[in-house]
Nanobody
């Protein structure tokens, strides 16, 4: 059973920093992409950043230059370093992965439970 385990998040003042972590547990044959989406109240879920198998990374225009997505030393782990946070970054952040569990032979989409990030003075 594959699960995405998130950590990080919380309350921070504008201009502050936070780091989110996401680790995929379970037996996994291959991971195609991992990343983060976010959903603010009354808005649709939107892509924040994602990293592909060959390390290509995509960022939303609203976070470019402020957020950095990287892989951890542990397999199937990613970190989202968020700097210079703004009130408009306030949202629930969801980890996402497209991966192939052991014995399944096709890619499946997985989501974490979400972690709240609040940027406020």
């Amino acid at each position: 059973q594959v699960q995405l385990v998130e950590s990080g998040g919380g309350l921070v003042q504008p201009g502050g920093s936070l780091r989110l972590s996401c680790a995929a547990s379970g037996t996994i044959d291959h991971t195609d992409v991992m990343g983060w989406y976010r959903q603010a109240p009354g808005k649709q879920r939107e892509l924040v950043a994602q990293i592909f198998y060959r390390a290509d990374t995509v960022y939303a225009d609203t976070v470019k230059g402020r957020f950095t997505l990287s892989r951890g030393p542990a397999k199937n782990t990613v970190y989202l370093q968020m700097n210079n946070l703004k009130p408009e970054d306030t949202a629930v952040y969801y980890c996402y992965a497209s991966l192939m569990p052991d014995g399944v032979f096709r890619y499946l989409d997985y989501w974490g439970q979400g972690t709240q990030v609040t940027v406020s003075s």
